[in-house]
């Protein structure tokens, strides 16, 4: 079948082989599992739970909240015993309310409500479980996977993609997952099909991935769900990319893939949308890929959400020698990690511990307008005149030529022959950007406040006056009644 152009792109070096040839093992459970009530895009979730409760796992322990979030769930059963601040695994490595669990290692389950036949649910009731079971998009971008099928539904998408291209080096658990559950995943395709009444559903995987290839071709065989493979780069695991890649339709800048008549979900979303339809299981662990040059024995783990970092390194064997450093998510587009005791969250695909020399870290030399990078950018921005306009603070002028398009790939700061850390100042300029709007935001509000107060200062004073006035005149006509009655009393 036909692929169409891409625009951009760049070929790393994929590093994946030391973690791609290992089946996934399960992580035994931690002493205590954290349980951010934060793992997802949208409003935190409320917990339901009391510290000294008892939990089952599956049980919910966080209800979402409002039109975009999503509930937690007990990954085990056992007790809580600590409802509060936890370091979490967010850039800003800053503590995030979390729900700790004792686990009592009996892994006592809730009861699951099975349908008979989940493809005798209706379409909507499939959503509906989807988002209590606190599904979200396991590719990285942790959006509420219910809100995606409402409004896909009711977009009326044609298309279903399923991402399988895992483009980060390093990561590998995307690979495995299509390996050893490519069954569960195509049940998971389908369901999301029905649910959202798409007319097609194709997977895109990469052609590094050849046993995953022909691992989802045996499952997909007679199921009417496609399987296509796309060349191996840099970022096709990007939804907008895979979407130009399979149908040459181009997302708008700003939009999203249903105003194009598509929804796109990961594979390991696929799977987590089976495993909660046909055997009722709520989202409470992930495969997690464990690699780098400083990790002994790199693997691909099945990890219960709230597992400390640390946890997952001892179960590689520890580190060579010290990391240089350790990530949270792919080399490219994953975050620094400060320390090892932040948790295993939904969104976590990979942690990475990399040596000096993976680094590579080299001293910025000034630009020499090769424009390698205007080639390298998937959006077809212009970085080298972005990092230009941030750097003499002109941040509004960067965002004039797109720097809010800007997705943080990096590929413009890969190939960079003067090795400047482009998408640095991308994240520095709009980190700076949405603190300018939060401070107009707040400032309008206090602003509005004020103004509010003030008009019923003025109300109250009127309502006074006005009272004070009443009060008189009523006085008046009594003085004035008083007055003609003495006066008819004396005539009489
Ligand atoms: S790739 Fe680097 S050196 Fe070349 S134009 Fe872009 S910023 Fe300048
Ligand atoms: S980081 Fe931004 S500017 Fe650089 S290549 Fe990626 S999308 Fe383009």
Known sequence: MKLFRLRGGIHPEGRKTSSADAAIRALPLSPYLFVPLQQHVGAPAKPVVQVGDTVLAGQLIG?????????????????VVAIG???????????????TIEPDHEARWVDADLPADPFGLAPDEISERVGAAGIVGLGGATFPSSVKLKLSRRSGVDTLIINGGECEPYLTCDDRIMRERAADIVTGIRLIQFAVGARRALVGIEDNKPEALAAMRQAAAGND?????VPAMYPMGWDKQMI???LGREVPAEGRSADIGVLVHNVATAWAVQQTICLGRPLVSRIVTVSGGAVAAPANLEVPIGTPVQALFDACGGFHGAPAR????????GHQLSHTSVPVVKGSSGVLALTQAEIGLTRPAPCIRCSTCVRACPVGLLPLEMAARIRSDDLAGAEAIGLK??????SCSYVCPSSIPLVHYFNYAKGELMSQARSRLKQEATRKLAEERTARMQRI????????????AAKAAREAAAQAAAKTEVAA
């Open 461 to 472: 004073a009127r309502e006074r006056e006005e009272a004070a006035e009443a009060r008189k």
């Open 225 to 229: 769900v496609e399987i296509r493979m």
């Open 405 to 410: 398009d800007c997705i943080a790939c990096g």
């Open 244 to 246: 130009q890649v399979l």
């Open 326 to 333: 350790l990530v949270l998510g792919g080399p490219m587009m």
């Open 63 to 79: 209800a979402g909240q409002g039109n975009v979030s999503a509930p937690v769930h007990a990954p085990t059963s056992g007790r």
């Open 85 to 99: 601040d936890h370091p979490s695994p967010h850039p800003s490595g800053l503590s995030a309310a979390t729900v």
